[in-house]
């Protein structure tokens, strides 16, 4: 469960969100590829994204990305048994978007993987203003 609110750029939602809002779970394989399962929290300072990925090679299975206030990551599985002239290979993509609070900072995020999960620590700076009061004058 996220701690943080989403926070939206624009008016227009975007529509993987709108469907995973309506979609049940299961549904969600469907269209190519899974959900990773990740928790979110505010720690010393840092925004904490955790996921579970076991039995992923993070230094060439995993892609973490920021564009604009969007942390993206990816991961693909790819499994192959071979036994007494048998063989079964299985192919697994998982994606997972988070919007970062408005004082997140882009320099200084860091990505560790353990025990099956991958944590990213996003930085963040002092709350920044997020409206500014116009003052409207009398035009006569």
């Given at each position: ?15 993987n969100?709108?469907?995973?809002s ?10 190519g ?7 979110d929290?505010?720690?010393?300072g ?7 990925m ?28 071979e036994?007494?002239?048998r063989?079964?290979?299985s192919?697994g ?15 200084g ?14 930085p963040?700076g ?9 003052e ?5």
């Amino acid at each position: 469960m996220s701690l943080l609110p989403a926070h939206r750029e624009s008016l227009l939602p975007d529509l993987n969100d709108l469907w995973n809002s309506f979609a049940p779970t299961g549904m969600a394989p469907m269209f190519g590829s899974h959900l990773l399962r990740v928790e979110d929290a505010v720690e010393d300072g840092h925004y904490v994204v955790r996921a579970e990925m076991p039995g992923i090679d993070p230094a060439k299975d995993v892609d973490v990305s920021i564009r604009g206030r969007q942390l993206t990551i990816k991961a693909e599985r790819t499994e192959r048994h071979e036994e007494k002239g048998r063989s079964e290979f299985s192919y697994g993509s998982f994606y997972r978007s988070v919007t970062l609070p408005h004082n997140a900072e882009e320099e200084g995020i860091e990505a560790s993987y353990a025990k099956g999960i991958l944590t990213v620590r996003v930085p963040l700076g002092e709350p920044k203003e997020l409206a500014k009061k116009v003052e409207v004058k009398n035009a006569e």
